[in-house]
């Protein structure tokens, strides 16, 4: 692309928009942030101050700014799909946070619009670009654990979500807003699709979130395409801290990432050895935010596929729309592949 | 009971045997070897010389000794069920090494041998007895992590089980020999009874283990009755060193059971810094076979129900010949409880 | 002080003054960075332009702009004082990085010159600011441990300093350069002075740290002023990343600081399960440094005086010239204080 | 030697002489327990009976029992030079707990006799058979961290010795009775001689100790023979358990030996995550007994000279009288060698 930077803009400033902002900002060599947008306008007058870039408050305006080459959807899932077939149609690059949608229809929709217009579309899982699960990725590919057989993670929040992501018709729910990265994770580092999930939770740990009918429990048994089994353990509670664990098991060896403790503090008294728990996923992942950034601003540059792309995103939404149905039907079911 | 010290015949020696022998002898203070037995006549020779005490070739020889008041049942485990029913028509108390038999149905048979001689039979699950896991089951009952709602174990040995333990028809293959350690853990820690398994698991590891019909890679999601869930995952390989790790997660808190590491060296040089595995369940739990005992011996001194019944044994019969049903017919399976 | 926010020069863009811009300009709210200066011009130029902030290359004309009201000194140590006492007399507060100044006798002028002009004196010794660090204080003054009896501090920096650095001249040698940072904790956790050190080391490692006269493997026993002891141990190589580890034993319990590996990534294969070291100061100390900062301009904001003061940076000195001694003599030599 | 088995009597049963029996009659298959002496009777008798072998109150008597070829010598260490020194007169090998005797000239008296008799010495430094020291020295001796540099040692015991072993003037004291295994280990890592040491310490947990004379706070720095730095930390008190921790720092790479939690157990509150500390020695060191035994009964059948010689205890004797004068004096004590 004929380009020194690629101009951005930031839709949506919430706390993920704004990270995204900075990172632009202060981060990115080849990327300038050029306009900030939001609906609460003092959002976008004061961020759009700070890093003296114009502000907007309607998504459409922001479009037809000319000198934007692309836009960060960081708004509600639920509106991510108008927002991103709007941005391919006006020929923007489109980065989206992930989930790229709620539903797998809505995400095939996105998908063939941004294929159509011919924009890249890049959709957030920044856990590929987390140094440990990047260098995880690299040494099964390597062969260190030779045929990967078993893939486990166990991922616990240290509370719900916030705000809109509470409502699981905006967000998706637990299988989408929160594990959608467990099974990006499990195709990443595997290289195989998931094929079929056994699903067992409920909403145990607050009142709140079985009022909205989400789950806050969950276990996932699931199998690889081409062979091979998984196992997730979701939930919404982690006293002690943000708790994320994944393991390979290859018939050669295993592959372990994430540790649910900080080893840099430990406080030993009559009662033991006390250490206290990781941060939440803001510090632990922050540099994967910033590589996540590098890797869509180059692939705008150079042409090239984004790392992960709009189907990498569907077949999050798929899974996720499997996982219920496994759960309604107490069954195992088979994920449907639309594209 | 009316003696001060219990006297012990060992049937079968061969390394688990053999270890008992061992403790019997040297570590509890309220029992006394007074007999071993094997069929191999060198066998039961050469340990009988080593602990000075009576040798036995012929099973039902052994039960006719007026000394003995109790025997150890350490032979594979097809020949458990008869072993138990005759020591119990003996009126010898009975630890059976686990898992109690091969099938349900022998499993019944042999609990209701032991009550109707009103003689006590206990089962071998050593785990109970070490110390990890006792601490864990205190905390738990003591609330330290509320109300437990996820049990998550990960169970890989360093290889396939050695001589007649690699045949299902003997030994009940993954499930029992292997697993049930795991699923005696789910409820001892957790305090509820496996209402339904759903399993997924192939022979991908080794070729003799496909041609017995047995599997070495297996995971299994399931389900308490009273609520919680539970996930397990097996496999006969772990090629650094034995890797079992367990953990409950509550709604206040989780207990971690368990390390893949030996952290007592570590050799840190240019490729990273390099941790042993941990020695197999030999070293891991010989505390635990010593405390065992103990019980065992209690149970019969104090005329006491033993910490780990008959029933408990059935159970774990219970659960793996449901995972070979879910196996089988693809689906979640209800764990059918007999006594 | 009647300023809603202060206005920052950075002077000297090495790495470390390249941190300090960036995170005076994207992290500390209640700061301004106005401008930056370094000698080489294209140096000051890009990074002014990055910020659109005045670029210098002249530190007297930068002392000399009216807007500014606080400046960094960032430079090579043997700068230090000339430019920390020309920034009091132009009435600037002073940030200046460790060590405060090469020699004992120029960090008294320094101080002195600061407290004559009644500015802040701040010294970057950012390890306060860690979150372990600053919670094993934390818990120490809670008497979580009890009486501190014993510090001990693994420091083991991956290479050799680069730059500047190297020449002991100019950046105080092994003792200032880079332990100073431990003796600081030591007098930050125990809350006492250094009263007495004893020294053993050489230049094992690297023959170019040899010719420059400097030391790469010490030894340090010390005590500490009204009770309790010290061991230091720094080496300038650590082959799998930076090793840093301290650890405060008191009569009630024991705090650890610091680890050597990486929890987040191990590989487990036939050698066992090797973990990676941990990457060196910058992203394990980024947010002390945000901190740090934070804390300086709040001192002046509420005209307190700064969390590390001159004296700090004069004491640092004080024990490295008293480490230098010992060394030489080949005896114990006590910290002679200045002010 | 022209025997299958070597005939052992164990001289002294208290808990150390009473684990050397049991771990005789048990583990060792090329020795033959076959007496135990004690002047407590009831001590000896009960002991004898278990294993069913000769009851001494009276060692002369025991060392004229023609059928005995070797004495374990587990008394108090004031009683060992005699001990030995009878025992080499009767033409008995010598297995003597450590440290070998109290005093230099004690040490050296007792070598002498041993080596004019012709049998073998060996002295009790069991770590030295631990496994993951012996890796850890084959790991240094195959060159896996390159040239050693710096050794470095935390020893904290979880409280003040038992009995006789507080008296100093009957064990030493800490540097002899404690610290003199953690000065075998340097000599058996690094391969080279403790050339100096520095000591500062006091008494500063336990009146009794300070009563007695000993210490129970040490920190020494210290200096090999051909090149190489130490430093030490012992400690009489550690609250959750036993802390040993040992690490040795070479050109190439850096091994680490022990830790102080046990990792079996970890239970995550929102207090964060307590580990239980280690178990003090007997269980971490059990293994290391019995191969320390093994070792001593090969060293006579093969007829070779035994792993842990005389000199070995007398050099251990030796730092610790240097390090009584350091401590005295105030400065850097260069270690006296006799033999």
Redesign the interface.
């Known amino acids: 692309m004929n380009m020194s930077k690629v101009k951005v803009g930031v839709a949506g400033l919430g706390r993920i928009g704004k990270v995204h902002a ?1 990172i632009i ?2 981060r990115l060599e080849k990327a300038e942030l050029v306009a900030v947008m939001d609906i609460v306008g003092e959002l976008a007058r004061t961020t759009a101050e700070k890093y ?1 870039v114009k502000a907007y408050t309607d998504y459409d305006a922001m479009l037809k700014d000319p000198e934007i080459d692309a836009v960060y959807v960081t708004t509600p899932t639920n509106l991510h799909k108008e927002m991103i077939i709007k941005a391919a149609e006006s020929g923007k690059h489109i980065f989206a946070e992930k989930p790229i949608t709620v539903t797998v229809s809505e995400a095939v929709e996105a998908v063939k619009a941004a294929e159509k217009a011919g924009v890249k579309l890049m959709v957030g899982y920044m856990r590929r670009f987390d ?2 699960y990047r ?2 990725k690299k ?1 099964i590919s390597e062969g ?2 030779g045929n990967p ?2 893939f ?1 993670n ?1 991922a ?1 929040d240290p509370g719900p979500p916030p705000g809109w992501a509470q409502d699981p018709r905006l967000s998706g729910g637990i299988f989408l807003d929160m594990l959608s990265h467990d099974f990006d994770m499990a195709r990443f580092l595997v290289s195989r699709e998931v094929k079929e999930v ?1 699903v ?2 409920e909403a ?2 607050y009142e709140e979130i079985k009022q909205k009918g989400d789950l806050d ?5 699931f ?1 690889f395409e081409g ?1 091979g ?3 997730i ?1 979701g ?1 919404r ?4 801290g943000y ?1 994320l664990r994944t ?1 390979v ?1 290859g ?27 990781v941060q939440w996923f803001w ?1 632990r992942f922050y ?1 994967a935010y910033v590589s996540e950034g590098e890797a869509f601003i180059n692939s705008i540059l150079m042409d090239e596929k984004p790392p992960i792309t709009g189907i990498d995103g569907l077949r999050a939404v798929e899974i996720a729309e499997a996982c219920w149905e496994s759960l309604r039907e ?3 079911v088979t994920v449907k592949r639309r594209l």
């Open positions: 900075e900002f202060s003296k140094d440990a260098t995880a040494k260190a654990i057989l078993v486990i166990v616990r056994y067992r939770g145990a740990l429990v969950v276990t996932i048994s199998e062979g089994y998984g196992l353990h939930s509670k982690s006293v002690f708790d393991e098991m018939t050669e060896g295993t592959i372990y990432i994430g540790s649910q403790t900080d080893p840099n503090l430990a406080v030993g008294t009559k009662q033991g050895l006390t250490y206290r728990g510090s540099d107490h069954k195992p």
